[in-house]
């Protein structure tokens, strides 16, 4: 009995420290923006072990069962499927920007991460000059210095995110199995993209903005779309 009575007021005491932090910031007030974006970089902590009173998990790492993407470049058409994909890196990002659209119910922010990794599991499936290509292995993804814009907007009962990189300073990405487990080659040419991915980086950038939008889509659909905002921002 000591030990849950103990829990419970852990959890008072974070739901009230995180009121406090964000009593400050009037919706009426001009530094409304200012506030919050100072709030959010205030409760970063809370990322990895959520709000369990409000519904909120730990995100970080943030969890994906499935992000599936289906696109045609240059006249191939594919499917990538990743699975069991972890992201991590939100706790140590730091919020640069935000600005709310009251007239649109979206908020936009940007926001800075030092390193963000993901890792998971993929499958895909390509049609190039009419061959079938299917391969499936392990992949991850380490981005530095690297910024995002993410641009959120209620869609009835649910959330719409979308993320556009800004900027990375440098990317590190690792697919096993490009060749079939032939792993000399695969060596050479898993040094070959990470040497040269800034000149091929028009083609990759959409596909991050469409794994980090669906993930956070994720994120705030599930932990946030019920989340009582009245309780921490006043008018």
């Known amino acids: 009995m000591p030990a849950i009575l103990i829990v419970y007021v852990n959890c008072d005491e974070e739901v009230t420290e995180i009121q406090n932090i964000f009593a400050k910031c009037k ?3 001009p530094e409304f923006d200012g506030c919050v974006k100072r709030a959010l970089n205030k409760v970063r902590h809370y990322f990895k072990k959520g709000i369990p009173e409000y519904g909120i998990a730990p995100f970080d790492p943030h969890y994906a069962k499935e992000v599936r993407q289906q696109r045609s470049i240059f006249g191939m058409g594919y499917t990538l ?3 069991d994909t972890y992201e991590r890196g939100w706790s140590n990002s730091t919020v640069t920007k935000y600005k709310t659209d009251w007239a649109n119910e979206r908020i936009i922010y940007s926001q800075y991460f030092p390193e963000k990794w ?3 599991d993929y499958e895909f499936k ?3 000059l009419f061959l079938g290509v299917a391969r499936s292995g392990h992949w991850n993804l380490t981005l530095r210095d ?3 814009t993410t641009r959120i907007k209620r869609n009835g009962a649910g959330l719409d995110v979308h993320v556009e990189i800004d900027h990375i300073g440098d990317m590190e990405i690792h697919v096993g199995n490009l060749l079939r487990g032939r792993s000399v080659m695969e060596r050479v040419l898993d040094g070959i ?3 040269t991915w800034k000149p091929g980086f028009a083609v990759i950038r959409p596909l991050i903005n469409d794994l980090v939008s669906t993930a956070f889509t994720d994120i705030m ?3 946030f779309k019920s989340f009582p905002l009245d309780n921490f921002i006043k008018d």
């Open 81 to 83: 499927t990743l699975l």
């Open 27 to 29: 919706k009426s007030s």
């Open 221 to 223: 659909t599930n932990s």
């Open 193 to 195: 993209i990470n040497s």
């Open 146 to 148: 690297y910024s995002q």
């Open 126 to 128: 390509g049609d190039a």
């Open 118 to 120: 993901l890792e998971g």
